[in-house]
C-alpha cells in the first residue's frame, strides 16, 4: 500500500486536506518577503485601492461585453461535462489571443481527447473543491494539468482551464496581471508554484479590500489588476511586461 505522503499533491486524502491547506500558508521554508511564500495579509494605500477600483470600471466601459463569450461557453461546457477536451482548449486559445502554431499544439492535437479530457477532469475537480483554501486547490490544479503538452510551464492559458473549469474560484494569469501586482507593490516570484500564490495573493486582496471590492470574484479582480496599467494613476512602464514577467 502506498503511503500517503507518497502521492501527488492532486490525491491528497480528504483527512488530510485541512492540514494541508493550514500549511500552504507556510510555503516549504519560503517566506512572504521573499516574494515566492505566502502573505497572511495585503495593505494597500487608499489610494492604490482606488486605482484598482477606477481599473476594475474602466475595464468593464472599455472591454465588449461579448469579449467572454467563449470562456463562458467554455465554462457551461466543462460543468456540464466535469472536463474540458481539445476544442475548448483551442478555444481557450484564441480568447487568450495565445500562439497555437507551436509544436506543443501539435502535440496535444495528437493526443485522444478522451486523454485530455481524463487530466483536466482531475485538475477542475480539485479547483472546485471547497474543503481546499483557494491557493491550495489552485496548486493541485495547476499541478494536475502539467502532464499535458502546452502545460508544463507557464500559466496563462493552465489558468484559462482552471477559471473555466471553476469560475467562481480561480482567476487568469498573466504577464499583465502581473505587472499590476508590481504596480500595487505586491510581489509575486516567477518561482514554481506562481499561480498558487498569484490566487493566494487575490484571495487576501479580496478580504482586505474596501467596497466594492469585497463583493467582487477572483475573475473580477484579476480584469482589475489586467487594466491597472491603463487606467488613470501610477503604474509599471507596460513596455517591459513582455521582458519582465513571463506567461
Known sequence: MTDASEQAPHLLLASDRAAACRLCVQDAGATASQGVGFADEVALKD?????????????????????????????????????????????????????????????????????????????????????????????????????????????????AVLTAGAPRRMAIYDRRVHAGLRALDLALSNAPGRYSRYMHLLDRLLAAGPHPVTAWTARDLDTALYWLLTAPGPAADSSQIKQTFPE
Open 47 to 159: 489610494s492604490q485601492w482606488q486605482h484598482l477600483i477606477n481599473a476594475r470600471r474602466a475595464y468593464k466601459a472599455a472591454v465588449s461585453e461579448h469579449y467572454d463569450e467563449v470562456l463562458h461557453e467554455v465554462a457551461q461546457h466543462a460543468e456540464a461535462c466535469g472536463s474540458i477536451g481539445k476544442s475548448d482548449i483551442g478555444a481557450l486559445l484564441l480568447w487568450k489571443r495565445l500562439r497555437a502554431d507551436t509544436p506543443w499544439a501539435g502535440e496535444l492535437m495528437a493526443l485522444p481527447d478522451t486523454t485530455v479530457r481524463a487530466t483536466t477532469a482531475a485538475a477542475l475537480a480539485t479547483a472546485r473543491d471547497t474543503a481546499l483554501c483557494r491557493a491550495h486547490a489552485a496548486r493541485e490544479g495547476r499541478a494536475a494539468l502539467t502532464g499535458l503538452p502546452g502545460f508544463a510551464h507557464g500559466d496563462a492559458l493552465a489558468s
